[in-house]
């Protein structure tokens, strides 16, 4: 028994598990695209950026990762999204490439373990170049270890050495449940009313000093919070 549990988990760990694990999530992904309706709200707000040749930062949440890749068919522009280079990001990576999203690979470091920093600063250097071509860069404030839904300051100090704007959005769905992750993670279901929420971009500062840095990291993490809310609330979910 001890044998086969070890087998087991061997497989789970092995590229092919990840694959099917990356092939399921697009599928799924498809799945609830095709059969649900969809609305976004505050799309003025994407569409003042998008008409620019600029590129911006996309903020969301964590937990409502999964339908963003469906965005991708709102403009031809290059998109980017941070993911860890953990495994799970690396399933993430394979499931929405198929969407025609690009990865770039790379942790926010942990303070507490400074030699296990993962690709920082290359990340860092490839979000700059992204943005000075006019991409498109997803990230997760809150990820990927969380805590869920506090913004940390990687994404204000992205905007700060770029110029770039930030579109905070969300996703929620009528249909679907939170699963019992660190984020709440939001599984959309099939035949949903999917809402889209934007809010208007946040301009950081060049020169803000680390007092103005936390002060747009607040805001940052405040305009999530309500595009959460204004989705959840045209989608009817209560949690």
Do not use: C
Not at 51 to 70: C, E, P, T, V
Not at 181 to 195: E, H, I, K, N, Q
Not at 213 to 236: H, P, Q, V
């Amino acid at each position: 028994m001890t044998g086969g549990g070890s087998l087991l988990k061997r497989f789970m760990r092995s590229r092919a598990a990840g694959a099917a694990a990356s092939g399921a999530i697009a599928f799924y992904i498809r799945l609830v695209e095709a059969t649900s309706s969809s609305r976004f709200i505050g799309r003025e707000h994407a569409d003042a950026l998008l008409n620019s040749d600029k590129g911006f930062i996309l903020a969301f949440w964590h937990s409502r990762l999964l339908m963003a890749a469906s965005l991708r068919g709102e403009t031809d522009r290059t998109v980017k999204m941070l993911i860890s280079t953990h495994r799970d990001g690396e399933i993430i990576a394979r499931a929405v490439k198929g969407f025609g999203i690009e990865m770039i690979r790379g942790s926010a470091a942990d303070p507490k373990k400074p030699e296990k920093n993962k690709s920082g600063a290359p990340a860092i250097l490839a979000m700059m170049e992204a943005l000075e071509t006019g991409a498109i860069v997803g990230m997760t404030p809150d990820g990927p270890r969380g805590p869920a839904e506090t913004a940390k300051i990687g994404a204000i100090k992205l905007a700060a050495r770029t110029g770039a704007p930030i579109l905070a959005g969300a996703y929620s769905a009528s249909r679907g449940r939170r699963l019992q992750t660190w984020d709440r993670f939001l599984l959309a279901a099939p035949f949903s009313r999917l809402t889209f929420a934007a809010r208007p971009a946040i301009h950081v500062e060049r020169n803000a000093d680390a007092d103005g840095l936390e002060a747009y990291r607040r805001r940052l993490e405040s305009e999530l919070k309500e595009a959460a809310r204004i989705a959840d609330e045209a989608a009817g979910r209560s949690n």
